[in-house]
């Protein structure tokens, strides 16, 4: 340590003396008078030098003191590699939008092309004309409300707790006020007004869509070969069903049975007009209470006959409607090489760098679902089952409208999905998916977000999504994590539904697979040499019409099959705890 000078500071100045004296009886040089005079002048100068001089005259001082600079290299030099790497990892390895709760959950943005010189589509905010990389992926999560290339978000609202923005006032159209229109979602650009006043106008010279199909169910004979843990309820009848629900409803029956009597992988209608329907339908008109008491219980029923959803079903079905509101936007689409269409989601690392550690851990933990096959659930040679696209409207409609042409599809040949997301609270200006369809909230405002026989809790609405299925398309069983109400509004689909409480005999993939929720067993050829409690499975089915509605509790199985070309519309509304614990005891 250095020692303590016996004389006076160097910077205390002697009572009764000066600055020379001072410097002198410290053993420095004597200063001359003028150089004292220098000093002033300069701490003078100094104080009269403006920031920018000031901050200009630092950064020279540091220029030039090597040791400084050397210091200020190595430590931007730290900062510049730790951003790149915090970069990479969530490039590599994914962001939040890639943890998914469910099919109908967001996924980042794509790059959207845009047709030169062709209007801009219904329902993007005319923002959105730069394209979303992952680099400004990644600095919208890291740094929020950083805003996208090209300016994606124009306002400064941050997303609530339960992912919504704040609800405010869109814009509206000078053009048109759009009926059963609310202020903070939908589309509101004058494009989507006029078209919308144009068929408005002749809404009434419109063709009503009648139903096609007209089914009888089976018989409730209670006489049927079930397990015993399992109650059937008394026999009803699912046209006048009783005002609240029966014990134990719905009717279900083998499903293996349900299964053999239609086939999925044929969507001919079967020859005697039968289906194991156990779910009541409810007129709208009618029967709302009823439908109300039901939902209460978060037991699923069918709609009918509501009048705002036949206006959208006319509308749909109009000769050029669909062609003008979708326009060229291309939106997500799916690519099979047969008709059956496994949801998946990309394991962790994207599959450019698998982390073996999940086919480690279902591997090692075979009591998540000791039912399912191993090689099932074996990820090392996983491969994605369908292909993530993005086309518009009419290039899925050359590939999936097959009654201009007459062609018959085979089970494996190639099919197509195409989809629609309108964002709603979740980015009232299109920030959940590129080209999002805002016009939704406008098209079925029976799915507004606000609380109806449909939506129980707005406030947990996740937007609407739309899939519209080409002849033949099977979406494989499985289960969603949230309430569901699901309208079709053209052509035809056929629901096969089962209660969580069949979830151990349906073999979920387990958690960690990339197809987690959904059944290892292929429905359509049921393997029961791999899965034997299969055969004991219980359910039963409905065939969605024109201008149906499905009313899905959480958790409830559905595997659902297009037996002709069709649009089907969904929302979800929030989580009830009804069913939680079988699924819980499936592992998740």
């Known amino acids: 340590m250095h020692q303590r000078r016996s004389g006076p500071s160097a910077s205390a100045v002697p009572p009764g003396g000066d600055i020379l004296s001072a410097a002198t009886s410290d053993g420095l040089p004597p200063a001359s008078s003028s150089d004292v005079r220098k000093r002033r002048k300069k701490k003078v100068a ?66 959207q092309q845009h047709h030169h010189g062709a209007p801009v589509p219904f329902g993007v905010p005319t923002s959105t004309a730069a394209p979303q990389s992952w680099f400004w992926s990644t600095l919208s999560w890291v740094v929020p409300n950083s805003g996208m290339m090209g300016g994606r978000r124009s306002n400064k609202r941050k997303r609530m707790p339960n992912g919504l923005f704040p609800r405010v006032d869109l814009k509206p159209s000078s053009v048109y006020d759009i009926p059963d229109t609310l202020s903070f979602v939908g589309d509101k650009s004058d494009h989507y007004a006029t078209l919308r006043k144009e068929y408005d106008a002749k809404m009434d010279e419109l063709p009503d869509i009648q139903k096609k199909y007209t089914f009888a169910p089976m018989a409730m004979t209670n006489m049927d070969d079930h397990p015993l843990d399992h109650e059937l309820p008394e026999p009803y009848d699912i046209y006048n069903c009783p005002e609240y629900p029966p014990k134990n409803y719905p009717y279900d029956w083998n499903l293996l049975q349900v299964l053999k009597h239609w086939e999925p992988d044929d969507p001919t209608i079967p020859s005697d007009m039968r289906l194991f329907q156990g779910l009541c339908v409810f007129d709208y008109q009618k029967d709302f209470d009823k439908a109300v008491n039901y939902r209460r219980q978060e037991l699923p029923f069918v709609v009918v006959n509501d009048p705002q959803v036949q206006q959208t079903v006319k509308r749909w079905n109009a000769p050029g409607y669909m062609e003008q509101l979708l326009g060229n936007v291309r939106h997500r689409a799916e690519y099979s090489e047969s008709n059956h269409f496994l949801y998946w989601n990309k394991p962790a690392g994207q599959l450019r760098h698998p982390r073996q550690h999940n086919v480690r851990k279902i591997q090692q933990r075979p009591d998540l679902n000791p039912l399912i096959a191993p090689e099932a659930q074996n990820l090392k040679n996983w491969k994605e089952p369908t292909q993530m696209l993005r086309m518009t409207y009419l290039d899925w409609l050359a590939r999936a409208n097959l009654t201009e042409t007459g062609a018959v599809v085979d089970p494996n040949d190639p099919h197509w999905y195409f989809r629609l997301i309108g964002c709603g609270e979740t980015g009232p200006e299109g920030e959940c998916d590129q080209g999002s ?39 494989e069983n499985h289960f969603d994590q949230s309430r569901n109400a699901i309208v079709v509004l053209g052509g035809e689909r056929r629901y096969v539904l089962a209660h969580p409480n069949q979830c151990k005999r349906l073999s979920l ?80």
């Open 46 to 111: 100094t104080r009269n030098v403006s920031p920018t001089a000031r901050l200009s005259l630092q950064l020279r001082q540091i220029f030039q003191d090597e040791d400084t600079l050397v210091t200020v290299i190595q430590a931007l030099s730290i900062i510049i590699l730790m951003g790149c790497g915090i970069a990479l990892m969530l490039h590599y390895f994914g962001t939040p939008s890639e943890f998914q709760d469910g099919d109908d959950h967001q996924q980042p943005q794509q790059q």
């Open 509 to 588: 993939l387990p958690k960690g697979h990339p197809s987690a929720r959904h059944s290892a067993v292929d429905w359509s050829d049921p393997d029961l040499d791999s899965y034997p409690e299969f055969a004991e499975a219980r359910g039963n089915e409905v065939v969605l019409q024109p201008g149906d509605v499905l009313y899905l509790p959480t958790n409830w199985f559905h595997y659902i099959i297009s037996l002709n070309l069709n649009f089907q519309c969904n929302t979800r509304s929030g989580v009830t705890p009804e069913y939680m614990k079988p699924i819980r005891e499936c592992g998740f």
């Open 437 to 475: 369809s805002e016009y939704l909230f406008d098209e079925l405002p029976f799915f507004q977000p606000r609380e109806t026989l449909y939506v129980v809790d707005p406030m947990e609405q996740k937007g609407i999504h739309c899939r519209f299925g080409m002849h033949g398309v099977i979406a």
